[in-house]
């Protein structure tokens, strides 16, 4: 029975290789943009011989070293921003564009050299990549009104060709020549009557020499009757190329470890002159949808991902389309990679948790020595009243609780102390803080920046010397009833410009707070919306430090230093007059915390330094400089009430 290739041919569909995996690629390849692009992307597709199962597509041109038993078709992605965008696209000027592309290739014939031009492709689509919704719609571009081939026979070709030598020969063709050749080629019989596979840029040669040849076209269409759409742009080449008046072609459906070709057809075709030849060509290609209408599919894949695929992705949209609209320069790279360690896991640690997490930090260790109290969930947002009852470590509630927010995130706690200033170590407990004290610092060790959020002044001594000598970021957030203070430690790498830590305003090392004071003394009694300003600015601080090209060493800077703004050195904040104040201090000389002196010590003596701070109450002024200090104060008192007294007797 005839056949008119040029009417009943049937498209090569990809639709069912556009699955979970690709679509996901193309929600990540969005996120990783700069800014938003409709640019074409190139994509490659993968597909065998032997099976439409197989077939995938891929982001990225295609690889040199391809498997032997793939082929691969290039292509082009075009992915609308919006929906509107998609839906009103002028799908018929892509598809005469994509039609003059392909013509192009085989007027020059460049078709010779890289048969696999013939089957190039596009897909167009739009990814809502909020509700994980795809629209798209494939094009696979062949040419209109060459002329009309008939099928004058068709049987399988193990009935016109010897399998059993041929397909050894096609293997080793398929191994020696790189991917663009194993679409379209030719197995021919030479002047000797040996077969031959030969690459297509030979069939000048096979026709000159009036050589037995057959053609062979690598098809994954299933359906005996229906060629598939590389067959038919092959047809057309072979029309306005060389105006061929007959061919013989086999549609290769067995795979290159095949030893017969079983499953391949070959079919005699003859050409007529189409009627409507006169017309200039045109292109059809976009394929039909489910319902058999030209349009385009839409998948929902967001109950086929993973849950923490879903989430990971999910997690950085807002960041993404911050970057993608208003910060193009934004550094989201630098803000996921750094660790942070939070000393204190109460309201302020919480806070400042929630606050990393949505600015993409994947990295939280917290340290915090108490357990959930009844009063703490409704301040501290990573707590329930299940936590109260059990009486969960704060440090390991709040890892777990991150983690229930963020599947992906990585979060430990540790319930240990820190060894502070006027809190004398007993022998009984000098192994046990020792051992605090050790996992402490290999936490610094560890960490990139430390947020000091602690509820005591003395608490905030010892990590301040240690990040200090180690050269971590180091936030500071401190909390009154009414006010509140976010602040930055300078580092050692700028010298005498070196900004100043929580303790150079301080003629007096820090000592116990705590001792002889009632509950409303000893607790942080805040007002509700000071600790989410606070935690929120502290966050906000240290981000736009990560952006500046000198990070830690970053001096005061104004609002253009970085792309998110101003660096200041201190924010202090007051609600009862709702003011703000931006101050600026360099390190003190004398300061108890982060002077030369008492970091040369701690980094010579760790330890030992330490345990006598802590016991011997005068070590530290002494050691810095400031008894000294208060000293002159105190004669400087003194002549000044003397001075009064002689005025009062002159008098």
Same mark, same amino acid.
Request: aromatic share 10%.
């Given at each position: 029975m005839e056949m008119l290739i040029g009417r009943a041919l049937q498209f090569q569909s990809f639709h069912s290789s556009v699955d979970a995996i690709f679509w996901h690629q193309l929600s990540s390849y969005k996120v990783e943009q700069q800014k938003l692009d409709a640019s074409p992307v190139v994509i490659h597709g993968r597909f065998n011989t032997y099976s439409r199962s197989a077939i995938s597509i891929v982001f990225g041109k295609a690889p040199e070293n391809s498997s032997i038993k793939e082929c691969i078709a290039e292509g082009t992605l075009i992915?609308?921003?919006?929906?509107?965008?998609?839906?009103?696209?002028?799908?018929?000027?892509?598809?005469?564009?994509?039609?003059?592309?392909?013509?192009?290739?085989?007027?020059?014939?460049?078709?010779?050299?890289?048969?696999?031009?013939?089957?190039?492709?596009?897909? !167009?689509?739009?990814?809502?990549?909020?509700?994980?919704?795809?629209?798209?719609?494939?094009? !696979?571009?062949?040419?209109?009104?060459?002329?009309?081939?008939?099928?004058?026979?068709?049987?399988?070709?193990?009935?016109?060709?010897?399998?059993?030598?041929?397909?050894?020969?096609?293997?080793? !063709?398929?191994?020696?020549?790189?991917?663009?050749?194993?679409?379209?080629?030719?197995?021919?019989?030479?002047?000797?009557?040996?077969?031959?596979?030969l690459p297509l840029k030979e069939l000048p040669r096979c026709l000159n020499n009036r050589l037995d040849y057959f053609i062979f076209v690598v098809d994954s269409f299933q359906l005996q009757e229906y060629p598939s759409?590389?067959?038919?742009?092959?047809?057309?080449?072979?029309?306005?190329?060389?105006?061929?008046?007959?061919?013989?072609?086999?549609?290769?459906?067995?795979?290159?470890?095949?030893?017969?070709?079983?499953?391949?057809?070959?079919?005699?075709?003859?050409?007529?002159?189409?009627?409507?030849?006169?017309?200039?060509?045109?292109?059809? #290609?976009?394929?039909?949808?489910?319902?058999?209408?030209?349009?385009?599919?839409?998948?929902?894949l967001s109950s086929l991902i993973d849950p923490?695929?879903?989430?990971?992705?999910?997690? @950085?949209?807002?960041?993404?389309? @911050?970057?993608?609209?208003?910060?193009?320069?934004?550094?989201?790279?630098?803000?996921?990679?750094?660790?942070?360690?939070?000393? #204190?896991?109460?309201?302020?640690?919480?806070?400042?948790?929630?606050?990393?997490?949505?600015?993409?930090?994947?990295?939280?260790?917290?340290?915090?020595?108490?357990?959930?109290?009844?009063?703490?969930?409704?301040?501290?947002?990573?707590?329930?009243f299940e936590d109260c009852k059990r009486k969960h470590p704060k440090a390991q509630c709040a890892a777990s609780?991150?983690?229930?927010?963020?599947?992906?995130?990585?979060?430990e706690g540790h319930s240990i102390s820190i060894p502070m200033l006027g809190h004398p170590i007993y022998k009984s407990e000098v192994e046990r803080t020792k051992r605090d004290y050790q996992t402490l610092e290999n936490l610094f060790l560890s960490h990139d920046a430390i947020f000091l959020l602690t509820d005591t002044r003395e608490s905030r001594w010892l990590p301040t010397v240690m990040a200090t000598s180690l050269n971590k970021i180091l936030i500071n957030s401190a909390l009154g009833f009414d006010s509140w203070l976010v602040m930055r430690h300078g580092s050692l790498s700028q010298g005498e410009n070196r900004l100043g830590c929580y303790f150079c305003n301080d003629v007096f090392a820090p000592s116990n707070s705590v001792i002889d004071r009632t509950l409303d003394q000893t607790c942080t009694v805040t007002r509700a919306g000071c600790t989410n300003i606070a935690t929120a600015i502290a966050v906000e601080l240290f981000v736009s430090l990560l952006q500046h090209p000198d990070g830690i060493g970053a001096p005061v800077c104004n609002k253009d230093a970085t792309v998110l703004g101003e660096l200041p050195h201190q924010i202090r904040g007051f609600l009862h007059d709702y003011s703000l104040f931006k101050i600026s201090g360099k390190a003190y000389q004398q300061c108890s915390a982060c002077s030369e002196c008492i970091i040369n010590e701690w980094k010579k003596r760790k330890w030992d330094f330490v345990l006598q701070a802590i016991n011997d109450s005068d070590y530290v002024e002494e050691l810095c400089g400031l008894r000294l200090v208060q000293q002159l104060g105190e004669r400087a008192g003194a002549m000044e009430e003397w001075d009064s007294d002689n005025e009062s007797i002159l008098a």
């Open positions: 992915n609308a921003n919006t929906q509107q965008e998609f839906v009103e696209a002028n799908v018929k000027e892509i598809r005469e564009s994509m039609g003059k592309k392909l013509l192009e290739s085989i007027e020059k014939d460049t078709v010779a050299e890289k048969p696999n031009e013939l089957i190039q492709f596009l897909l !167009f689509s739009y990814a809502d990549i909020k509700s994980y919704r795809y629209h798209y719609w494939c094009l !696979f571009p062949s040419l209109k009104n060459t002329s009309l081939w008939i099928v004058k026979g068709s049987q399988p070709a193990e009935s016109v060709i010897p399998s059993n030598i041929i397909s050894p020969k096609i293997l080793e !063709f398929w191994k020696t020549s790189d991917f663009t050749q194993r679409s379209f080629f030719i197995v021919a019989k030479n002047e000797n009557g040996r077969w031959l596979v759409w590389p067959t038919r742009n092959l047809l057309a080449y072979l029309s306005i190329k060389f105006n061929l008046e007959k061919t013989r072609i086999i549609m290769y459906r067995d795979g290159v470890n095949s030893d017969s070709l079983s499953r391949s057809i070959y079919l005699d075709l003859v050409s007529q002159k189409n009627q409507d030849s006169s017309q200039p060509l045109s292109t059809v #290609g976009w394929e039909r949808n489910g319902k058999g209408q030209l349009g385009p599919r839409v998948v929902n923490v695929l879903l989430s990971e992705s999910a997690s @950085m949209l807002n960041l993404s389309l @911050m970057r993608w609209r208003l910060v193009p320069q934004l550094n989201l790279g630098i803000i996921q990679n750094t660790k942070c360690l939070l000393l #204190g896991a109460g309201t302020l640690g919480c806070g400042v948790a929630r606050n990393l997490v949505s600015w993409g930090v994947r990295h939280i260790t917290f340290v915090d020595y108490s357990n959930v109290a009844y009063s703490n969930p409704v301040r501290q947002s990573l707590f329930t609780r991150l983690k229930e927010i963020y599947p992906k995130m990585f979060s």
